[in-house]
Protein backbone atom coordinates (compact mmCIF):
# COMPACT_ATOMS: atom_id res chain seq x y z
CA UNK A 1 0.00 0.00 0.00
CA UNK A 2 1.20 3.42 -0.97
CA UNK A 3 2.46 5.75 2.04
CA UNK A 4 0.82 9.13 2.40
CA UNK A 5 3.97 10.79 1.27
CA UNK A 6 3.87 8.84 -2.27
CA UNK A 7 0.85 10.19 -2.56
CA UNK A 8 1.41 13.27 -2.12
CA UNK A 9 4.08 13.08 -4.35
CA UNK A 10 1.79 11.64 -7.01
CA UNK A 11 -0.71 14.60 -5.92
CA UNK A 12 1.78 17.03 -6.65
CA UNK A 13 3.46 15.72 -10.00
CA UNK A 14 -0.81 15.49 -11.06
CA UNK A 15 -1.07 18.80 -10.15
CA UNK A 16 1.69 20.19 -11.92
CA UNK A 17 0.72 18.25 -14.80
CA UNK A 18 -3.01 19.98 -14.72
CA UNK A 19 -1.25 23.18 -14.10
CA UNK A 20 1.24 23.28 -17.10
CA UNK A 21 -1.76 22.24 -19.12
CA UNK A 22 -3.86 25.20 -18.14
CA UNK A 23 -0.87 27.49 -18.59
CA UNK A 24 -0.72 26.56 -22.10
CA UNK A 25 -3.99 27.16 -22.66
CA UNK A 26 -4.14 30.71 -21.44
CA UNK A 27 -0.92 31.39 -23.63
CA UNK A 28 -2.74 30.37 -26.72
CA UNK A 29 -5.66 32.06 -25.44
CA UNK A 30 -3.58 35.14 -25.37
CA UNK A 31 -2.11 34.12 -28.79
CA UNK A 32 -6.39 34.19 -30.12
CA UNK A 33 -7.12 37.03 -28.12
CA UNK A 34 -4.08 39.29 -30.11
CA UNK A 35 -5.38 38.13 -33.53
CA UNK A 36 -9.44 39.12 -32.69
CA UNK A 37 -7.85 43.17 -31.85
CA UNK A 38 -5.24 43.05 -35.09
CA UNK A 39 -6.59 40.94 -37.46
CA UNK A 40 -9.00 42.09 -39.76
CA UNK A 41 -12.16 40.44 -39.82
CA UNK A 42 -14.87 41.05 -42.07
CA UNK A 43 -17.01 42.86 -39.81
CA UNK A 44 -20.93 42.00 -40.67
CA UNK A 45 -23.91 44.33 -41.07
CA UNK A 46 -25.51 43.93 -37.74
CA UNK A 47 -27.31 47.64 -37.26
CA UNK A 48 -29.94 46.60 -34.66
CA UNK A 49 -30.01 45.05 -31.27
CA UNK A 50 -32.52 42.15 -32.66
CA UNK A 51 -29.79 41.45 -35.68
CA UNK A 52 -27.17 41.16 -33.48
CA UNK A 53 -29.17 38.36 -31.31
CA UNK A 54 -30.52 37.02 -34.28
CA UNK A 55 -26.87 36.31 -35.42
CA UNK A 56 -25.30 35.08 -32.30
CA UNK A 57 -28.01 32.69 -31.62
CA UNK A 58 -27.66 31.50 -35.33
CA UNK A 59 -23.66 31.16 -34.29
CA UNK A 60 -24.35 29.03 -31.20
CA UNK A 61 -26.14 25.88 -33.00
CA UNK A 62 -22.20 25.04 -34.06
CA UNK A 63 -21.20 25.31 -30.50
CA UNK A 64 -24.84 23.34 -29.26
CA UNK A 65 -23.26 20.64 -32.11
CA UNK A 66 -20.58 19.91 -29.21
CA UNK A 67 -23.54 18.62 -26.94
CA UNK A 68 -24.93 16.58 -29.99
CA UNK A 69 -21.80 14.86 -30.59
CA UNK A 70 -21.40 13.75 -26.92
CA UNK A 71 -25.00 12.44 -27.13
CA UNK A 72 -24.00 10.44 -30.26
CA UNK A 73 -20.66 9.59 -28.85
CA UNK A 74 -22.29 7.92 -25.31
CA UNK A 75 -25.03 6.36 -27.34
CA UNK A 76 -22.79 4.26 -29.72
CA UNK A 77 -21.08 3.45 -26.34
CA UNK A 78 -24.21 2.13 -24.92
CA UNK A 79 -25.39 0.67 -27.85
CA UNK A 80 -22.23 -1.47 -28.43
CA UNK A 81 -21.43 -2.56 -24.60
CA UNK A 82 -23.30 -3.80 -21.81
CA UNK A 83 -23.78 -0.32 -21.56
CA UNK A 84 -26.63 -0.48 -23.78
CA UNK A 85 -28.50 -1.18 -20.11
CA UNK A 86 -28.41 1.72 -18.19
CA UNK A 87 -28.99 -0.20 -14.82
CA UNK A 88 -26.88 -2.99 -15.53
CA UNK A 89 -23.74 -1.87 -13.24
CA UNK A 90 -21.37 -3.64 -15.03
CA UNK A 91 -21.79 -1.12 -18.04
CA UNK A 92 -20.76 1.61 -16.30
CA UNK A 93 -17.04 1.42 -17.40
CA UNK A 94 -17.61 2.15 -20.88
CA UNK A 95 -19.37 5.27 -20.50
CA UNK A 96 -18.18 6.79 -17.95
CA UNK A 97 -15.96 8.82 -18.87
CA UNK A 98 -18.00 9.93 -22.15
CA UNK A 99 -20.98 10.90 -19.88
CA UNK A 100 -18.33 13.24 -18.01
CA UNK A 101 -17.32 14.76 -21.10
CA UNK A 102 -21.13 15.13 -22.09
CA UNK A 103 -21.89 16.41 -18.18
CA UNK A 104 -19.28 18.83 -18.45
CA UNK A 105 -20.37 20.09 -22.14
CA UNK A 106 -23.78 20.86 -21.18
CA UNK A 107 -22.65 22.83 -18.38
CA UNK A 108 -20.36 24.78 -20.38
CA UNK A 109 -22.83 25.46 -22.85
CA UNK A 110 -25.16 26.55 -20.63
CA UNK A 111 -22.43 29.49 -19.79
CA UNK A 112 -21.30 29.67 -22.81
CA UNK A 113 -24.64 30.33 -24.95
CA UNK A 114 -26.19 32.86 -22.34
CA UNK A 115 -22.97 34.63 -22.00
CA UNK A 116 -22.70 35.01 -25.46
CA UNK A 117 -26.53 36.29 -26.00
CA UNK A 118 -25.93 38.74 -23.01
CA UNK A 119 -22.73 39.79 -24.51
CA UNK A 120 -23.97 40.42 -27.90
CA UNK A 121 -26.14 43.23 -26.19
CA UNK A 122 -23.40 45.03 -25.07
CA UNK A 123 -21.57 44.55 -28.60
CA UNK A 124 -21.34 47.14 -30.79
CA UNK A 125 -21.31 46.55 -35.06
CA UNK A 126 -17.93 46.46 -35.94
CA UNK A 127 -17.42 43.70 -33.09
CA UNK A 128 -19.59 41.27 -33.77
CA UNK A 129 -17.29 39.44 -35.01
CA UNK A 130 -16.12 38.17 -31.74
CA UNK A 131 -19.10 35.85 -31.84
CA UNK A 132 -17.55 33.79 -34.66
CA UNK A 133 -14.50 33.36 -33.04
CA UNK A 134 -16.04 32.86 -29.69
CA UNK A 135 -18.46 30.02 -30.96
CA UNK A 136 -15.44 28.40 -32.91
CA UNK A 137 -12.65 28.81 -30.14
CA UNK A 138 -15.58 26.89 -27.72
CA UNK A 139 -16.27 23.83 -30.52
CA UNK A 140 -12.51 23.47 -31.10
CA UNK A 141 -11.94 23.45 -27.30
CA UNK A 142 -14.40 20.94 -26.43
CA UNK A 143 -12.75 18.63 -29.12
CA UNK A 144 -9.19 19.29 -27.30
CA UNK A 145 -11.10 18.73 -23.93
CA UNK A 146 -12.69 15.46 -25.55
CA UNK A 147 -9.60 14.42 -27.02
CA UNK A 148 -7.25 14.82 -23.59
CA UNK A 149 -9.57 13.21 -21.31
CA UNK A 150 -9.31 10.04 -23.83
CA UNK A 151 -5.79 10.05 -23.78
CA UNK A 152 -5.50 10.34 -19.58
CA UNK A 153 -7.76 12.51 -17.51
CA UNK A 154 -5.31 14.56 -16.24
CA UNK A 155 -4.99 15.98 -19.97
CA UNK A 156 -8.37 17.33 -20.08
CA UNK A 157 -7.26 20.51 -18.64
CA UNK A 158 -5.95 22.14 -21.64
CA UNK A 159 -9.26 21.59 -23.52
CA UNK A 160 -11.07 22.82 -20.18
CA UNK A 161 -9.17 26.16 -19.56
CA UNK A 162 -9.88 26.95 -23.49
CA UNK A 163 -13.06 26.38 -23.12
CA UNK A 164 -14.09 28.30 -19.38
CA UNK A 165 -11.65 30.61 -19.51
CA UNK A 166 -13.24 32.58 -22.40
CA UNK A 167 -16.22 32.22 -21.50
CA UNK A 168 -15.54 33.41 -17.87
CA UNK A 169 -13.85 36.62 -19.84
CA UNK A 170 -17.43 37.51 -21.46
CA UNK A 171 -19.18 36.86 -17.75
CA UNK A 172 -17.19 39.21 -16.10
CA UNK A 173 -17.09 41.74 -19.04
CA UNK A 174 -20.74 41.82 -19.34
CA UNK A 175 -20.96 42.00 -15.29
CA UNK A 176 -18.49 44.87 -16.24
CA UNK A 177 -20.95 46.47 -18.75
CA UNK A 178 -23.56 46.14 -16.21
CA UNK A 179 -22.67 47.81 -13.18
CA UNK A 180 -20.84 50.43 -15.63
CA UNK A 181 -23.58 51.32 -17.91
CA UNK A 182 -26.62 50.11 -16.16
CA UNK A 183 -29.37 48.55 -17.89
CA UNK A 184 -29.85 51.24 -20.25
CA UNK A 185 -27.46 50.67 -23.04
Request: with cysteine; hydrophobic share 50%.
Amino acid sequence: MASDTDRQKKQSQDQKKVLTNIFSACVLLFCVGVIAAYYPFPKPRLPTLLDRLVFTLRWLIVSLFTVFAGVIWVGNMRYSTSAINPLDPSGKKYVEMRSRYLQNTVEQFLLHSFSLVVLSTYLSEENMHLVPLLVVLFSIARLLFAVGYSIDPLRRGFGFAMTFLPTAMVIYYCLYCLFMFGLEV
